[in-house]
């Protein structure tokens, strides 16, 4: 008897799992579903798509074809499921229904359209797939002011891009700084000036009221003001799209996506299901920091989990940790990470905190083209394990932040990283005495005061 | 009573010393004497001073009048220490004798000299000092012909920089592999061929016999041939400098440098020495990894130990762990890394090893100019504890290799590292699965198999 293994989804999370699965049962009959035109894109990469650096189709890895032919997986694209029935365990996509032993959810997410008048207008966009950054490009044409709703990360990276086609950008955001969820007020600050620099206009605390126009969107209202502009790009998060996990009636966690146990399966009024995986921006996530749940919602947590829900779908025995979900992106010249909590984050789980910080160079302080580094480290009052960290730095800020990632996750006092951490050095690429670690210093020496 | 501290040694690691202690007890009086002309500098960036990257000037942090001036710290440079007692607690340098309460012994290591015929001619140079430097520098105006002896990562460093100044160059190795002691030879050989294409000789498995000449060198033999060449640089490693340790009878471990305690701490007869702190090139580390001795004679290392050795010389109690000893450097457009044990360190110690290996790109495939990186991994076949990681790469290797020292510093198991291992990703600075995350998967493939 083949296996027969659906996947509903064709991001980072489902392709990822239907070639896990082929992988570890390849006599498995593996099929994707996906309303998508493309498949197997970073979502991630539309800003600098359209910025330039790169082409639609240099960022689409592989199309159906491909993993027909080459990895015998069959994808349907632009194909909507319609029916889940789990207990005969069937799903209806397209017209045609089929048959599953083990099925992978990886419906992803959407774009959160606030709930204010003229969100439908025409010229008011979204960025989440490739046709989405390709109706903003074929916009962009004949627009010359554009407000971006929301300044997290895909906030930024998009007022960027626009602002380097020439255009008028203003960024309108409801908190108090730029990055809220994720990045604490003072490492924020940096980046909003180095924006600033560019021409980008920033207007805080204001929760957009209405968008306004006729036709087409004439201005945006935010704390009783008025934003002219002739585009408007909504970045205000993304929620989860249950309409498949609802069909099936799985349990939806507090943060409004699907809970999921290690082995990436869904629970259904408590009882875990066992034919069921749940992959990517539609999953709820458990902090590997607080007793608690977390939304990941990044390409690489999608990879990860898909791997994990892809592996066991075909008869593996695979988990996947508890996350501290790191971050980075590129914004001008500035690298910007994260990983665990930030401060807001800590003050929702009710952590008492102090943190650490240092500022300093990407390489020895003589070599040329060295950069600014900005280390933050945060650790709880009362255990002293680290809990959080974020940089701000010319270049060079994944790796260190993956590295303080793996102290952050393995639960590392502040005082024990201290006395072990070592970094690798030589003048072009870092301080003799590694950012990182004079933050940690300063953390230790705030902690025990 | 004012505190009396007496550092011997200003490299990284003795003023690092000087300035901790001092930062830990403000009215000590901290005084440092050196041989050298030069003080605070690191001898790492030569070889890029050589190539034109930044001037002799510009790597001396601070002169002796700085610390004095700014810091309190009195600095005797070219101020050769002679005797020292324990007993009295005594230093007599340049003529005069000094009281101490605490001494912290930083001496650092020296090239060792192969005993082979010819060592002392003209026109044979060791890299250590800024005056070494400035003797090559000298030197290069009249030679054509480059004999380097070593191809460990200084000598592969020098040879690039003397190529780059025009000279032919051939770089001469006992072992049958470049970088013999910290990388494994399936990594040193792209390292190898890269050096090739700039037009570098490499003469492997080949011994120095003899260096010949009348005046000044004329050529080499090695393995019965003879290498013509005007200048010989000799980089054939670094031998602790026991002459102080020696005049106080400190313990010498079987690697042929100072014992010292977590606290710094040297022994005499086993016993621990409470009042003496040594630091840097002089002393032999535990391995984080194997249950026996290491040496680290890493810059980051020595100001680590620097640090610890300075505060606890000014009363302190401060503690430095078993060390993994990461290294990175930059040898053309390649960053090169390791950390903890290499294939041969693993045979050293008896450690039965399996590998995991992975290659791919330092961005996203499709994003302009990525850098191939190749990651590899190894774990001891018994435990699974990861032990040891090299990478090679284009760019961004340095963070990289300190996210892996954390996890084989803390022992962690290849298996458990893949469960939790995050990476962080966008399209600029990462694949959205790390490269290290794919090694590691092979990895833990390879030891399940």
Same mark, same amino acid.
């Given at each position: 008897?083949?296996?027969?293994?659906?996947?509903?989804?064709?991001?980072?999370?489902?392709?990822?799992?239907?070639?896990?699965?082929? *992988?570890?049962?390849?006599?498995?009959?593996?099929?994707?579903?996906?309303?998508? #035109?493309?498949?197997?894109?970073? $979502?991630?990469?539309?800003?600098?798509?359209?910025?330039?650096?790169?082409?639609?189709?240099?960022?689409?890895?592989?199309?159906?074809? %491909?993993?027909?032919?080459?990895?015998?997986?069959?994808?349907?694209?632009?194909?909507?499921?319609?029916?889940?029935?789990?207990?005969?365990?069937?799903?209806?996509?397209?017209?045609?229904?089929?048959? %599953?032993?083990?099925?992978?959810?990886?419906?992803?997410?959407?774009?959160?359209? $606030? +709930?204010?008048?003229?969100?439908?207008?025409?010229?008011?966009?979204?960025? *989440?797939?490739?046709?989405?950054?390709?109706?903003?490009?074929?916009?962009?044409? !004949?627009?010359?002011?554009?407000?971006?709703?929301?300044?997290?990360?895909?906030?930024?990276?998009?007022?960027?891009?626009?602002?380097?086609?020439?255009?008028?950008?203003?960024?309108?955001?409801?908190?108090?700084?730029?990055?809220?969820?994720?990045?604490?007020?003072?490492?924020?600050?940096?980046?909003?000036?180095?924006?600033?620099?560019?021409?980008?206009?920033?207007? @805080?605390?204001?929760?957009?009221?209405?968008?306004?126009?006729?036709?087409?969107?004439?201005?945006?209202?935010?704390?009783?003001?008025?934003?002219?502009?002739?585009?408007?790009?909504?970045?205000?998060?993304?929620?989860?799209?249950?309409?498949?996990?609802?069909?099936?009636?799985?349990?939806?966690?507090?943060?409004?996506?699907?809970?999921?146990?290690?082995?990436?399966?869904?629970?259904?009024?408590?009882?875990?299901?066992?034919?069921?995986?749940?992959?990517?921006?539609?999953?709820?996530?458990?902090?590997?920091?607080?007793?608690?749940?977390?939304?990941?919602?990044?390409?690489?947590?999608?990879?990860?989990?898909?791997?994990?829900?892809?592996?066991?779908?075909?008869?593996?025995?695979? =988990?996947?940790?508890?996350?501290?979900? +790191?971050?980075?992106?590129?914004?001008?010249?500035?690298?910007?990470?994260?990983?665990? @909590? =930030?401060?807001? @984050?800590?003050?929702?789980?009710?952590?008492?905190?102090?943190?650490?910080?240092? #500022?300093?160079?990407?390489?020895? *302080?003589?070599?040329?083209?060295?950069?600014?580094?900005?280390?933050?480290?945060?650790?709880?009052?009362?255990?002293?394990?680290?809990?959080?960290?974020?940089?701000?730095?010319?270049? !060079?800020?994944?790796?260190?932040?993956?590295?303080?990632?793996?102290?952050?996750?393995?639960?590392?006092?502040?005082? !024990?990283? @201290?006395? *072990?951490?070592?970094?690798? %050095?030589?003048?072009?690429?870092?301080?003799?005495?590694?950012?990182?670690?004079?933050?940690?210093?300063?953390?230790?020496?705030?902690?025990?005061?």
């Amino acid at each position: 008897m083949v296996r027969k293994i659906i996947v509903i989804g064709a991001g980072a999370a489902g392709m990822t799992a239907a070639s896990a699965a082929k *992988r570890t049962d390849p006599r498995a009959a593996v099929t994707v579903f996906t309303e998508d #035109e493309h498949i197997a894109y970073s $979502p991630c990469v539309i800003p600098w798509v359209l910025e330039g650096r790169t082409t639609w189709n240099d960022i689409v890895m592989h199309d159906a074809s %491909y993993y027909s032919e080459e990895r015998g997986i069959t994808v349907h694209t632009m194909t909507k499921v319609t029916a889940v029935d789990g207990n005969t365990k069937k799903v209806t996509a397209g017209g045609r229904t089929y048959d %599953y032993d083990t099925l992978v959810i990886a419906t992803g997410g959407a774009v959160f359209r $606030p +709930p204010v008048p003229g969100v439908g207008l025409k010229n008011v966009f979204v960025v *989440r797939t490739i046709n989405d950054g390709k109706k903003i490009q074929n916009a962009m044409k !004949d627009c010359n002011r554009v407000v971006i709703a929301g300044a997290g990360v895909i906030g930024l990276e998009m007022a960027l891009s626009v602002r380097k086609g020439g255009k008028d950008v203003t960024a309108i955001e409801m908190f108090d700084q730029i990055m809220p969820r994720i990045a604490d007020k003072d490492m924020a600050e940096p980046v909003q000036k180095h924006l600033e620099r560019f021409g980008i206009k920033f207007v @805080l605390s204001s929760p957009i009221q209405s968008i306004e126009g006729g036709d087409t969107v004439r201005w945006v209202t935010a704390s009783g003001k008025r934003y002219e502009c002739d585009m408007v790009i909504l970045a205000t998060g993304v929620r989860a799209n249950l309409e498949v996990p609802k069909m099936l009636g799985l349990d939806i966690g507090k943060l409004g996506a699907v809970v999921v146990s290690p082995s990436m399966r869904p629970y259904r009024n408590g009882v875990l299901v066992d034919d069921i995986f749940v992959a990517g921006d539609v999953v709820q996530c458990e902090s590997a920091i607080a007793s608690g749940p977390t939304m990941s919602q990044l390409g690489s947590s999608a990879v990860k989990q898909g791997l994990v829900a892809g592996k066991n779908a075909a008869g593996d025995r695979a =988990s996947s940790g508890a996350v501290a979900s +790191p971050w980075v992106s590129v914004i001008g010249d500035l690298h910007i990470a994260g990983t665990g @909590l =930030s401060e807001n @984050l800590a003050a929702w789980y009710n952590i008492r905190t102090v943190s650490g910080r240092a #500022e300093g160079f990407t390489r020895a *302080r003589y070599y040329p083209d060295h950069k600014e580094m900005i280390v933050k480290i945060m650790a709880d009052a009362d255990t002293h394990a680290m809990i959080g960290a974020q940089i701000v730095a010319g270049e !060079d800020a994944t790796g260190r932040i993956n590295w303080l990632t793996d102290a952050i996750i393995n639960g590392t006092k502040a005082e !024990d990283f @201290l006395e *072990r951490a070592e970094n690798a %050095y030589c003048p072009p690429t870092s301080m003799v005495r590694d950012v990182v670690i004079s933050a940690a210093e300063n953390l230790c020496n705030n902690l025990n005061r």
